[in-house]
């Protein structure tokens, strides 16, 4: 299994640097919230491998780091065909001017060390107009086939300090994997890097999965599968791939698992007699409690990040809305008052809004609104925009988009929560249904 | 309810049996413009086929709704008759929805479309403990265009025999 180790400052030049991260008026500040920005340009040249061994991973690295904060939309890559010096030294100093003369407002360097399985990366940011370091220069290490991992912490660092916010880069996507026509499509569960490396599958396609969310840790997932014939609640260990079944299988349908923030309640969906309510379970002890006792439909549940209430949709007011009730149940608020439809609600991981999808006059939408329900945005529009996904720091969304017509199918794609940076997230079928991780340790 | 509608309802289902295919999408417009004349074969009336075909295994219904139009309580009416007659065989209604929807809340629709067939055909005298309801939501579509056409005939409960003796 992929492990990191240790993440370690960098001895006397980590110190030197803290003054430069403390410096609040520098350049090098990307406010996400303001509108239009122009991406900050930067370079990141190949890190310098320091054994034999790590050349194969000082080059690989390099890219995955521009990847992770260019697909981000707010950072430009200065390509290494302008870079006018090379680093060859980690330790070396670095030439400002040769930066500046190529406008790379930030610069990232690195090295890279093998020792048996063990890869050690140290990097360090460069304010270059400022001449500065960017913050304390850090040191990873892990195996080896965890390159990519300590890529993206390297890149979550530099987007933390640029931004002022979190990262999101070491983090995974569980998610449906598609094959075969609409009528006869197979899906089996996948989980992936957030950037689309390293498939792997849970599952086979013999029975229709639905829905997977991590837990908590991102240990474990929820999800629903038929194949006991009837939709039932499943919970698998990510690591060890083991699975069990939370729900009975006595002919009523559960769906729509979600963890609790403390990794042992759920709340999910119970269809008796066509009346679908939700119901929350121990799942240590399987003890369940209803919430809602309603003739009407409630589903697709999302906790509060601090576990005290859940946001659902429901059809009582006669059409898909939005409701808030608490973790425990009893009176639930309606938050959404716009036109059309509203369903799939998910709580942000920062608590401050919640992201939705959208059906109005044929048009699906992916939107966010905060927990009351004002100040409601549609990010996207298409014929079929379904199931937002939170990225851990709560900037990002992910989400299901199927194409129309016979030949259609579903891919995954991401937008900031600015509406702005819209793109397909690279899977090798057709995907659905995806739900985020939290950061990785 | 009417007993008149009922029995227009009886007769177009029965009018339709003569036809070959998509009696069902018919039926779901009320069973207008029903060829009748020719021969349908000579189907045991106590074989599935003929409850597929004959009889009709599936009721259609509106977007977003689970009500049961007269033309579908029609086959319902017929499939219940069925099911009394053959007394061998229980049956799982599957509820469907057409891709128009989220994915969670059309799993709901679709049950609550499998759950009314249900009903009714305890209405009519089939015991309970004979049918199961499951719902696909939209996962599972019989038709792959992005139309009313297609979604018409997606949003259904079809009645599937199972563990027939003679059958």
């Known amino acids: ?441 | 309810m009417s007993g008149l509608k009922l029995a227009v309802a009886a007769v177009a289902v029965l009018g339709l049996a003569a036809c070959s295919n998509n009696r069902w999408d018919d039926t779901a417009n009320g069973g207008a413009g029903a060829g009748a004349g020719l021969g349908a074969g000579a189907l045991d009336p106590a074989s599935p086929a003929y409850f597929q075909q004959t009889i009709g295994d599936r009721v259609l219904f509106a977007v977003d709704q689970s009500t049961l139009s007269p033309a579908a309580q029609g086959i319902l009416q017929g499939q219940a008759r069925w099911l009394t007659q053959n007394a061998d065989y229980v049956v799982t209604i599957e509820g469907h929805a057409d891709e128009q929807g989220t994915r969670e809340y059309n799993l709901a629709l679709g049950a609550r479309r499998a759950n009314a067939a249900r009903e009714y055909l305890i209405s009519q005298g089939v015991a309970g403990h004979r049918m199961k309801v499951v719902s696909y939501g939209k996962e599972r579509p019989l038709e792959i265009c992005s139309e009313e056409a297609c979604y018409a005939k997606n949003r259904r409960a079809v009645t599937v025999l199972a563990g027939g003796l003679t059958g």
Request: glycine share 10%; charged share 20%; aromatic share 8%.
């Open chain 1, 1 to 441: 299994m992929r492990k990191i180790l240790a993440a370690l400052l960098i001895g006397a030049a980590a110190a030197a640097g803290a003054g430069a991260a403390m410096a609040q008026d520098g350049p090098l500040r990307i406010e996400i919230d303001q509108g239009v920005i122009e991406p900050l340009p930067y370079a990141v040249p190949d890190f310098v491998p320091e054994t034999p061994a790590a050349s194969e991973y000082a080059a690989q690295i390099a890219r995955v780091i521009a990847a992770d904060l260019s697909g981000t939309g707010l950072f430009r890559e200065v390509p290494a065909s302008a870079h006018i010096s090379k680093v060859t030294g980690f330790d070396s100093p670095v030439k400002y001017a040769d930066w500046k003369a190529v406008n790379a407002q930030a610069l990232i360097t690195g090295a890279v060390s093998v020792n048996g399985n063990q890869l050690t990366v140290r990097f360090r940011g460069h304010d270059v107009f400022a001449e500065k370091e960017l913050g304390t220069g850090l040191q990873f290490t892990g195996t080896t086939d965890g390159w990519r991992r300590m890529a993206h912490k390297v890149a979550d660092a530099i987007y933390s300090r640029i931004t002022g916010e979190s990262g999101y880069f070491d983090s995974r996507v569980v998610y449906v994997s598609e094959s075969g026509p609409k009528n006869d499509r197979r899906k089996r569960l996948a989980v992936m890097d957030y950037d689309g490396a390293n498939v792997q599958y849970l599952t086979n396609s013999a029975s229709i999965v639905l829905a997977p969310r991590f837990s908590p840790t991102g240990d474990r997932v929820l999800y629903t599968s038929y194949e006991s014939g009837f939709p039932q609640i499943h919970v698998l260990d990510v690591g060890q791939v083991q699975r069990k079944v939370l729900s009975s299988g006595d002919g009523t349908m559960s769906f729509a698992p979600r963890f609790a923030p403390d990794g042992r309640t759920i709340v999910y969906s119970q269809t008796q007699g066509g009346n679908t309510d939700l119901f929350s379970m121990d799942i240590n002890t399987g003890a369940k409690t209803r919430l809602t006792s309603a003739p009407s439909i409630e589903t697709a549940p999302s906790f509060s990040p601090d576990g005290s209430q859940i946001v659902f949709e429901s059809d009582r007011s006669g059409s898909q809305q939005l409701y808030v009730m608490p973790a425990g149940g009893g009176e639930a608020r309606r938050i959404s008052f716009g036109q059309g439809r509203y369903g799939t609600p998910v709580w942000s991981p920062r608590g401050d809004m919640i992201a939705f999808t959208k059906q109005n006059k044929g048009r699906f939408h992916i939107g966010v609104m905060r927990t009351d329900g004002s100040e409601e945005r549609l990010l996207t529009a298409s014929f079929l925009d379904e199931g937002p996904t939170w990225a851990p720091n709560g900037r990002v969304i992910m989400f299901t988009r199927e194409s129309q017509g016979s030949a259609g199918r579903a891919l995954l794609y991401s937008v900031d929560i600015t509406g702005r940076n819209l793109k397909p997230v690279k899977t090798p079928d057709g995907a659905s249904d995806p739900a985020w991780s939290p950061l990785q340790n």
